[in-house]
Structures are given as structure tokens and as C-alpha cells.
């Protein structure tokens, strides 16, 4: 019954910068670390940030200084700023709950997954 709702994405231009925000219901939410994930077409899914239930943030290199990853756990949200937005930023974002309130990386780790929304940059 956990239930993940990414929304926010849209088109932009390069340099430009979107706030994506994933509302959840159904856990604990402070209980569960949070993190962003992305796939381009033809591409696997891959790793964006996450977030700790207090906050600390782990990015992945292609993103770290464009991005911030927040929360609120009083509205059971977590939000993605990116800043900067390079066309090859252009995929569906997904959200997803890790299994501990700890930072995790990898897919496995995590539990609960949102539909995704989609971004595109355009050049």
C-alpha cells in the first residue's frame, strides 16, 4: 500500500532549472532513507542522490553540484532541485524508499518505487 508520486517535470532549456517533488503515504516516512534514480531511453536505470531520514545527501558524480536532494518529513516529501539542467539530464525521474532510514545507492536497497516523471532538457 505504499505509494510513491513523483511530480514537476516538464521541458526546459539548458541551464535552466526544475524542482521535482515525490509526495509518499502508506510508511513511516521518517523511518526510510529517499532516493532519486533516472533512466534514458534505451539506457538502464541509474543512480541520481539520496537522502537520509536527517538529512545527510550522497550524488552521483555526474550530478553532484547541480542537484539537491531535500525532505520535509512533517509533509512526507522529498524534492529533487535541479539546477544547470544539461540535455543529457533528459529521462524519467524516479523516487524510491529505501529499506533503513540510512543513505543507500544501489536499486536493490530500495523497496518502494513512484511511476516517474518526465524531463526533458532541450539544447
Known amino acids: 500500500q505504499v505509494q510513491l508520486v513523483e511530480s514537476g517535470g516538464g521541458l526546459v532549456q539548458a541551464g535552466g532549472s526544475l524542482r521535482l517533488s515525490c509526495a509518499a503515504s502508506?510508511?513511516?516516512?521518517?523511518?526510510?532513507?529517499m532516493g532519486w534514480f533516472r533512466r534514458a531511453p534505451g539506457k538502464e536505470r541509474e543512480f541520481v542522490g539520496a537522502?537520509?531520514?536527517?538529512?545527510?545527501?550522497y550524488y552521483a558524480d555526474s550530478v553532484k553540484g547541480r542537484f539537491t536532494i531535500s525532505r520535509d518529513n512533517a509533509e512526507n516529501t522529498v524534492f529533487l532541485q535541479m539546477n544547470s539542467l544539461k540535455p543529457e539530464d533528459t529521462a524519467v525521474y524516479y523516487c524510491?524508499?529505501?529499506?533503513?532510514?540510512?543513505?543507500?545507492?544501489?536499486?536493490?536497497?530500495?523497496?518502494?518505487w513512484g511511476q516517474g516523471t518526465q524531463v526533458t532538457v532541450s539544447s
Open positions: 524510491a524508499a529505501a529499506r533503513n532510514p540510512l543513505i543507500a545507492t544501489m536499486a536493490a536497497d530500495f523497496g518502494s
Open positions: 502508506g510508511l513511516i516516512f521518517s523511518r526510510h532513507g
Open positions: 537522502i537520509s531520514w536527517n538529512d545527510n545527501t
